[in-house]
């Protein structure tokens, strides 16, 4: 992984320089959410976390299921952000899961199990993953909202396949990171689904636009808190940061309030 | 082609339409987008070039005004002048009816007055300049290249019926149908002919969807299977070199319902009326005697890159110029009286998010 760049995110995320050799990748076993609204759209952490995801080890794998944009949004965006996920499909690195056009049958239908076949394609993908390229394996979903919706607004569904997940993946020390819409459900009548989310995930990411309106040069704000950074004694720490970002088409730029560069 | 390239002046950037402009009212963009232009110059220009092919506009309407009709109309009329076929949706018996009222071109003898002649007369202090973002597409220069992207379409003029009786156009009403499934299928066959995979038609298409989500639908109580049908046509669109626009009233929605459509625009605009004789409004805004009612942009397409786009400013007063043109003006705020209270009201040039975030420091 390399030494310089550690920004602002990586460092909320956990990636530490110096502990670098002994746990290679911070989210292992850890379920990151990225929570944004209409006015500031939070992909770009989910663009950050998979260029990440390959830099981390030679021997990663990434599997994404895309909800929300076809493949070659990302190919493109990943691209400009200096990572080319041709390539890393050619080498078994990674794998795109269009889920764009999937809709799981209406209930009461024979066929009610749209989201746990799902699941089973991740199952079936990871047992085929090459021992080289298992030893870490990132699951990101674009974006939970969609998937509420491919479930026909089966939010309990939705919920098990969330932990379905988490549990694959914490128990075999992979990462699970997904987006979600945190507005819709804020006005709404099931806030619960967010907040049992929210409580599900280690690591929450909470990108709103600034308190003052649009700007040009700083194009919103991040709250990275952080669960259960280092268990010693058996306390379990938070870690909050607040800071600044703009995106660009290269890469993001992360500053504190008021320190822009 | 050839001609064009040489009446294009020296000084514009290379994004012109001189690649594309085979095909009539296409626009290289950024990021390998086309533009289709929305026929409304003014939305074009804040839009960046128009609507990118491929995706899906909203427009939430304003349940006590119609004015999103007006961009329906344009967006409809500017297809059609370009042979682009359009698939028209509609909650009333007969679409068809609506078509009647398309603009036409304006005659070339009311050319709106465009920035070139307002800029001799304002002389913005040069230090400002640089705050000002140059437009990134050449469409002032050229007023001949202009009109075969956009038109100035005259809402008094119906559109020619040889236009409308072509076989491009394709109507269907939803008002009867139990559900959205038989214009799903209609929205699938007319996005398959334009399928950017298996060598499909290179040329535009539209969708123009109205008020879909209206009380005299049928369907309109399923909010899961109206959001599935957005969501579905949503993916087809983005395979496909169509523009798909969707009006809807968001007040008649639940307010999760009408957020999650926010969400799955590509482009979001919004529409709102302006009520008439409010002595608070008229104080506070330049104009206000001749807008119709207020545009606000709130999303606008970035497809193929993360970079967000921001701009000036996101709400535009909407006023027609010698009561035809359809204009988008950027609100000018009155002087503001100084022994009088507050100065900066809700229609502000800015857009301002009144959500207070708690930040730790």
């Given at each position: 992984m390399e030494q310089q760049g550690l920004d602002l995110m990586d460092q909320a995320l956990g990636f530490h320089s110096n502990k670098a050799q002994?746990?290679?990748?911070?989210?292992?076993?850890?379920?990151v959410l990225?929570?944004?609204?209409?006015?500031?759209?939070?992909?770009?952490?989910?663009?950050?976390?998979?260029?990440r995801s390959f830099t981390s080890h030679p021997s990663s794998a990434v599997i994404f299921l895309a909800f929300a944009n076809p493949i070659n949004h990302y190919d493109r965006v990943l691209r400009k952000l200096g990572c080319n996920l041709a390539s890393q499909r050619d080498t078994g690195r990674f794998f795109f899961l269009d889920m764009l056009m999937l809709q799981c049958p209406v209930e009461g239908e024979p066929n009610h199990d749209g989201l746990a076949a799902v699941?089973?394609?991740?199952?079936?993908?990871?047992?085929?993953?090459?021992?080289?390229?298992?030893?870490?394996?990132?699951?990101?979903?674009?974006?939970?909202s969609c998937l509420e919706l491919a479930a026909n607004g089966s939010s309990n569904d939705v919920l098990d396949f969330l932990h379905y997940c988490y549990t694959l993946t914490s128990e075999n020390g992979y990462a699970l990171v997904a987006l979600n819409h945190q507005d819709i459900y804020s006005d709404g009548e099931r806030p619960a689904f967010k907040l049992e989310i929210e409580y599900l995930a280690d690591i929450l990411v909470k990108v709103d636009p600034?308190?003052?309106?649009?700007?040009?040069?700083?194009?919103g704000q991040v709250m990275v808190l952080n669960k259960e950074t280092q268990k010693q004694h058996g306390i379990s720490s938070i870690k909050v940061n607040n800071f600044h970002f703009k995106i660009k088409e290269n890469n993001t730029e992360y500053f504190y309030a008021g320190t822009r560069t | 082609m050839a001609t064009t390239r040489t009446r294009v002046s020296s000084f514009a950037p290379n994004l012109s339409s001189v690649k594309s402009s085979q095909h009539l009212g296409l626009k290289n963009g950024p990021n390998g987008a086309t533009f289709i232009s929305s026929g409304i110059s003014d939305l074009d220009k804040i839009l960046g070039g128009g609507f990118t092919l491929g995706s899906l506009v909203m427009i939430m309407e304003d349940a006590e005004a119609p004015h999103h009709m007006l961009l329906l109309r344009n967006f409809m009329s500017q297809g059609l002048l370009h042979r682009q076929p359009l698939l028209y949706s509609s909650p009333s018996k007969d679409p068809r009816g609506f078509l009647g009222t398309l603009p036409s071109p304006g005659?070339?003898?009311?050319?709106?007055?465009?920035?070139?002649?307002?800029?001799?007369?304002?002389?913005?202090?040069?230090?400002?300049?640089?705050?000002?973002?140059?437009?990134?597409?050449?469409i002032n220069t050229n007023n001949g290249g202009q009109h075969d992207y956009c038109n100035d379409l005259d809402l008094r003029k119906p559109l020619e019926r040889h236009f409308i009786t072509s076989n491009n156009v394709d109507c269907v009403s939803i008002q009867n149908s139990?559900?959205?499934?038989?214009?799903?299928?209609?929205?699938?066959?007319?996005?398959?002919?334009?399928?950017r995979n298996e060598g499909g038609s290179s040329s535009a298409g539209r969708i123009a969807i109205q008020s879909f989500c209206s009380p005299?639908?049928?369907?309109?109580?399923?909010?899961?299977?109206?959001?599935?049908?957005?969501?579905?046509?949503?993916?087809?669109?983005?395979?496909?070199?169509?523009?798909?626009?969707?009006?809807?009233?968001?007040?008649?929605?639940?307010p999760s319902c009408s957020k999650r459509l926010q969400h799955m625009a590509d482009t979001l605009l919004s529409v709102r009326a302006i009520p008439d004789e409010d002595k608070e409004l008229a104080k506070l805004l330049t104009g206000y005697q001749d807008?119709?009612?207020?545009?606000?942009?709130?999303?606008?397409a970035r497809l193929n890159t993360q970079v967000p786009v921001i701009l000036e400013a996101t709400t535009f007063s909407i006023k027609l110029q010698k009561r035809k043109y359809l204009v988008f003006e950027c609100l000018n705020q009155a002087p503001v009286d100084g022994s009088g209270g507050s100065s900066y009201g809700n229609y502000d040039g800015c857009s301002r998010s009144t959500k207070a975030v708690s930040l730790d420091f």
């Amino acid at each position: 992984m390399e030494q310089q760049g550690l920004d602002l995110m990586d460092q909320a995320l956990g990636f530490h320089s110096n502990k670098a050799q002994q746990q290679p990748w911070p989210l292992c076993g850890r379920f990151v959410l990225v929570e944004d609204c209409v006015d500031t759209s939070g992909a770009f952490v989910l663009h950050h976390i998979l260029k990440r995801s390959f830099t981390s080890h030679p021997s990663s794998a990434v599997i994404f299921l895309a909800f929300a944009n076809p493949i070659n949004h990302y190919d493109r965006v990943l691209r400009k952000l200096g990572c080319n996920l041709a390539s890393q499909r050619d080498t078994g690195r990674f794998f795109f899961l269009d889920m764009l056009m999937l809709q799981c049958p209406v209930e009461g239908e024979p066929n009610h199990d749209g989201l746990a076949a799902v699941f089973e394609k991740i199952e079936r993908v990871i047992n085929e993953l090459s021992p080289e390229n298992k030893k870490f394996v990132t699951v990101i979903v674009d974006d939970i909202s969609c998937l509420e919706l491919a479930a026909n607004g089966s939010s309990n569904d939705v919920l098990d396949f969330l932990h379905y997940c988490y549990t694959l993946t914490s128990e075999n020390g992979y990462a699970l990171v997904a987006l979600n819409h945190q507005d819709i459900y804020s006005d709404g009548e099931r806030p619960a689904f967010k907040l049992e989310i929210e409580y599900l995930a280690d690591i929450l990411v909470k990108v709103d636009p600034l308190a003052t309106g649009l700007a040009k040069d700083v194009h919103g704000q991040v709250m990275v808190l952080n669960k259960e950074t280092q268990k010693q004694h058996g306390i379990s720490s938070i870690k909050v940061n607040n800071f600044h970002f703009k995106i660009k088409e290269n890469n993001t730029e992360y500053f504190y309030a008021g320190t822009r560069t | 082609m050839a001609t064009t390239r040489t009446r294009v002046s020296s000084f514009a950037p290379n994004l012109s339409s001189v690649k594309s402009s085979q095909h009539l009212g296409l626009k290289n963009g950024p990021n390998g987008a086309t533009f289709i232009s929305s026929g409304i110059s003014d939305l074009d220009k804040i839009l960046g070039g128009g609507f990118t092919l491929g995706s899906l506009v909203m427009i939430m309407e304003d349940a006590e005004a119609p004015h999103h009709m007006l961009l329906l109309r344009n967006f409809m009329s500017q297809g059609l002048l370009h042979r682009q076929p359009l698939l028209y949706s509609s909650p009333s018996k007969d679409p068809r009816g609506f078509l009647g009222t398309l603009p036409s071109p304006g005659s070339s003898k009311d050319d709106i007055s465009r920035e070139p002649s307002h800029e001799k007369d304002l002389r913005i202090a040069w230090q400002y300049k640089k705050y000002f973002s140059v437009p990134q597409l050449n469409i002032n220069t050229n007023n001949g290249g202009q009109h075969d992207y956009c038109n100035d379409l005259d809402l008094r003029k119906p559109l020619e019926r040889h236009f409308i009786t072509s076989n491009n156009v394709d109507c269907v009403s939803i008002q009867n149908s139990q559900n959205l499934d038989v214009l799903k299928d209609r929205c699938a066959e007319f996005l398959a002919q334009f399928s950017r995979n298996e060598g499909g038609s290179s040329s535009a298409g539209r969708i123009a969807i109205q008020s879909f989500c209206s009380p005299q639908c049928k369907y309109s109580d399923m909010e899961w299977h109206m959001l599935s049908f957005i969501r579905s046509l949503k993916g087809m669109a983005r395979s496909s070199n169509v523009v798909v626009v969707v009006t809807f009233p968001p007040s008649l929605l639940s307010p999760s319902c009408s957020k999650r459509l926010q969400h799955m625009a590509d482009t979001l605009l919004s529409v709102r009326a302006i009520p008439d004789e409010d002595k608070e409004l008229a104080k506070l805004l330049t104009g206000y005697q001749d807008m119709v009612g207020l545009l606000n942009v709130h999303k606008v397409a970035r497809l193929n890159t993360q970079v967000p786009v921001i701009l000036e400013a996101t709400t535009f007063s909407i006023k027609l110029q010698k009561r035809k043109y359809l204009v988008f003006e950027c609100l000018n705020q009155a002087p503001v009286d100084g022994s009088g209270g507050s100065s900066y009201g809700n229609y502000d040039g800015c857009s301002r998010s009144t959500k207070a975030v708690s930040l730790d420091f």
